[in-house]
């Protein structure tokens, strides 16, 4: 029950980034649709380009747990739809194990890029001169946020399966093909 309550927690949390994130990249794009429209009368915003690479750089950090959540990133299930329930349970949790592993390496990886940013002052060799901290701090926090969000599922599936809980596991954990096929209750 209480592994029911932390993934519900988990999902509002981010669905609510989600919904942030997506309001980001609309501005963006509006941004760029701007820009590109006032090149026509030789008049430009600038920047949008490089605008841009930032976004898709936060926005792929902090879109990752959402997508996590949502059992939305890909699988290859080849070799899982073959086994018995405790195959499929097992595959489930190593998955999980090596996407919270990745996260975290990937999150740990991350912060001496931040960390020389700051140090050295760095700013974006383009005309808007970028302080590279200030994208690098919010992407460098969606790493964080996808490894703490995939170390917190990897607990709560190990959790559910040893109070066999397996049908809330599979729920939570499972393939969305497979929930699609359950009749509904």
């Known amino acids: 029950m209480i592994f029911e309550r932390i993934l519900a927690v988990m999902r509002r949390l981010n669905t609510g980034i ?3 994130v997506g309001v980001l990249l609309t501005l963006t794009v509006a941004f760029i649709i701007v820009d590109i429209t006032m090149r026509q009368v030789s008049r430009s915003l600038g920047g ?6 930032y976004v898709m750089a936060i926005v ?6 959402y997508a996590l959540l949502e059992l939305a990133h890909v699988r290859i299930d080849l070799l899982r739809m073959r ?8 595959l489930d949790v190593l998955s999980m194990f090596s996407v919270a592993a990745i996260a975290c390496v990937v999150a740990f990886y991350a912060w001496p890029v931040l960390a020389k940013s700051i140090q050295q002052g760095s700013r974006a060799n ?5 302080p590279l901290w200030i994208p690098q701090v919010l992407w ?7 490894a703490l969000t995939a170390t917190v599922m990897l607990i ?3 959790g559910m399966l040893a109070q066999r809980q397996t049908a809330q596991f599979e729920k939570s954990f499972g393939v969305v093909a497979d929930q699609a096929a359950e009749p509904a209750e």
């Open 140 to 146: 460098f926090s969606g790493w964080v946020w996808f």
């Open 18 to 20: 989600a919904l942030a």
């Open 126 to 130: 383009t005309p808007l001169e970028t």
């Open 48 to 53: 949008s380009d490089e605008v841009s690479g």
């Open 60 to 65: 792929a950090s902090w879109g990752l747990s």
């Open 83 to 90: 086994l018995q329930s405790s195959g499929r349970f097992l």
């Open 156 to 158: 709560c599936a190990i």
